[in-house]
């Protein structure tokens, strides 16, 4: 829950005039929805998409507060995060409430950016990829294998995400490389190697190259660092290879 509109403008043309487009490389902004049609307007004219940071499983109906699919689509938005680990522990989201926002993202032809990820209790009590395979296993419970390839997961790191504290890339690549294998299972080995895995936790330029060659990471989520222009375009264009 960051910026304001003046800001969230001005963020966004800072990214856009500082952004070297290349192969294979896709830039999301997902705003906060009062100003994402103000970001859009922004980047209209550029490769750079539009997402949103949550939604509700319902089209419509008496959910006051709430955002829907619908709403998303009409200022021009074409992913939405689910299941962010914010949205887990503070508003109390369930894995069901995630799936049902994944089966209605994917009705709706959203791209759901689903988020999962362990506190640091689980992470030292070896807990791990039984969550992950808990989480996971809900949030495809109910996606078709052609639908999988309209999907995107990121393994966040509930311990890394705000601390400073960040994953050595050889556990967030061990954490990918689990995430890969599971959703061979969910969804189909053929899906499964096209649906990006993105890592978030305390990205920075310092460590983002470092994260993004290991063959399981494709991208980052980022948090922080995106509210600081020179620091998220640093990441942005970080080697992958």
């Known amino acids: 829950m960051n910026t304001e509109r003046q800001s969230s403008i001005e963020l966004a043309r800072a990214i856009l005039q500082g952004y070297q487009e290349r192969e294979n ?5 997902c705003p906060p929805v009062p100003f994402a049609l103000d970001v859009r307007n922004v980047v209209d004219n550029s490769s750079i998409r539009l997402g949103a940071q949550n939604m509700y499983y319902k089209e419509e109906g008496a959910y006051t507060g709430e955002v829907s699919p619908s709403m998303l689509l009409s200022v021009g938005c074409q992913y939405v995060i689910l299941g962010h680990s914010e949205r887990r522990t503070i508003f109390g989201e369930t894995d069901n409430d995630v799936k049902l926002k994944m089966r209605t993202a994917i009705g709706h032809g959203l791209i759901p950016i689903v988020c999962v990820g362990e506190t640091e209790g689980e992470r030292e009590s070896g807990e791990t990829f039984s969550l992950l395979k808990r989480q996971l296993e809900a949030a495809f419970e109910e996606v078709l294998p052609e639908d999988g390839l309209k999907t995107v997961v990121a393994y966040e790191p509930i311990w890394a995400i705000g601390t400073g504290k960040t994953a050595t890339p050889e556990i967030a690549q061990e954490a990918h490389r689990y995430i890969r294998r599971l959703l061979q299972e969910l969804v189909s080995s053929s899906v499964a190697g096209q ?9 920075k330029p310092s460590n ?8 399981d990471i494709d991208g980052g989520l980022i948090g922080g660092a995106s509210l600081i222009p020179k620091d998220f375009l640093a990441i942005v264009q970080a080697p992958t290879i």
């Open 25 to 29: 490389l896709h830039l999301i902004l």
């Open 208 to 215: 983002a190259a470092e994260l993004f060659v290991q063959p």
């Open 195 to 203: 649906i990006p895995i993105l890592y978030g936790g305390s990205v």
